[in-house]
């Protein structure tokens, strides 16, 4: 018998698995994963970088962030930084706030949490799918039928990504247990849209603003870099534009509507294009805006005005300049969708929240059963914010679930 199983070993669980055993270190604490090793998913983190946290964590507006405080809070950046230097693993901070390792590489944080495992004699399973928890009336947790355990702390992840191993299933095991499961949506994912000038901008960047609606109404905003696509939208604005509306986007015809010069105003732009149309009257339509956004850009703007590319920049007037810099402060996409688990980065839903105690991750339905990272309905935005939620979560389950009234 184990004292501690922890089933999922993502960032959250081997966290969590790695706090309880540091606090204790005499109890016996078992890890399984229904993958072929450990923490897969942390290795496609941040472009294979991972991103690992953001020094902005607590400004943050996480969902369900009420809940997600008390965790945050006492397990910080500060905290997860300390406790990675200690492992061994030396980070640096962009001007962004995000948090990397020193050598940009996510193998070395995955390396310097498995190599703790093994420094601290955790029994790690791998190829293990859970597929039951059931609670014998002693209290005592039985695993598949044949792993028995004290105490469980289910952290295997929502629905993103199921080909690194977050496949749902820790929604069933909650299911079985009693627990409500909010209904999961994929949060942090592309946009889709059948707006056909953006077709044409396949492949391109941009940095702008985004406003978000959902039918009429205005619910968020977005900033940062787009990525056009053929399918609609991509890039981290995109993504995190999706995040919030990813609620509404099956019940409302939702829109972005993209500033792409948010440091001028709409007279600026105007007056720039006036400028550049009476300076070479002669320049093809096609090439007028070129410098300002990317050609295509540009000749995607012209086309919405309903002026051929190639007639002469002199056809430009008031107007049409106006129309033009309209088009550059307020581009409006209206969306289809967005794409699904398989390519999104986090779960929008999962356990809730009111059946947990937010100061130990305990459940409030089933004695010595604790929850830590994406299985609970908490997300955040882009930029390593959900990666600190799953090592606040998983010190905070970890440390809570290795107290016994017993000495064991």
């Known amino acids: 018998m184990f004292d501690i199983a922890v089933i999922g070993a993502g960032a959250s669980g081997i966290t969590a698995a790695i706090a309880a055993k540091n606090k204790n270190e005499k109890l016996s604490i078992a890890v399984f994963d229904s993958m072929n090793r450990i923490g897969k998913k942390i290795l496609a983190t941040g472009n294979g970088r991972c991103n690992l946290s953001n020094r902005h964590a607590l400004e943050h507006e996480y969902y369900n962030k009420n809940f997600a405080l008390t965790a945050l809070e006492k397990y910080n950046v500060e905290y997860t930084v300390d406790f990675f230097n200690s492992l061994g693993l030396f980070t640096y901070e962009d001007e962004e706030g995000r948090i990397y390792p020193l050598s940009n590489s996510a193998a070395s944080v995955l390396d ?35 792993f028995l355990s004290k105490k469980v702390i289910i952290s295997c992840g929502g629905k993103a990504s199921p080909s690194q191993g977050s496949d749902g299933s820790g929604f069933e095991l909650l299911r079985s247990l009693g627990h409500t499961i909010i209904k999961p949506l994929p949060a942090l994912v592309q946009l889709t849209s059948d707006n056909k000038i953006i077709k044409s901008f396949k492949g391109l960047r941009s940095k702008g603003n985004m406003k978000l609606f959902a039918g009429e109404n205005q619910i968020g905003t977005a900033s940062g870099e787009i990525l056009f696509t053929e399918y609609g939208l991509s890039g981290i604005a995109s993504m995190d534009a999706q995040r919030i509306l990813c609620d509404y986007l099956s019940k409302e015809k939702c829109s972005v509507v993209i500033d792409f010069f948010p440091t001028l105003t709409q007279g600026e732009i105007k007056s720039a294009i006036i400028e550049r149309a009476e300076r070479n009257p002669k320049l093809k339509c096609e090439n007028l805006l070129s410098g300002l956004v990317p050609k295509k850009i540009g000749q995607g703007f012209i086309k919405c005005i309903y002026i051929k590319n190639d007639a002469p920049a002199s056809v430009i007037g008031d107007n049409e300049a106006d129309r033009l810099a309209t088009l550059m402060k307020n581009f409006r996409i209206f969306l289809t969708g967005s794409k699904g688990f398989e390519s999104a980065q986090v779960t929008r839903g999962g356990a809730d929240t009111s059946q947990f105690s937010q100061d130990s991750m305990e459940s409030k339905l089933v004695k010595n059963l604790y929850c830590a990272g994406e299985i609970l309905n908490i997300d955040g935005g882009c930029g390593g914010f959900n990666l600190q939620w799953a090592f606040s979560s998983g010190f905070c389950a970890g440390e809570n679930a290795c107290r016994f009234n017993v000495e064991v």
């Open 112 to 146: 310097a949490l498995r190599f703790e495992c093994d420094r601290l004699g955790i029994t790690v399973f791998t190829d293990e799918k859970i597929d039951t928890v059931k609670v014998k009336n002693d209290g005592t947790f039985v695993i598949n039928g044949r």
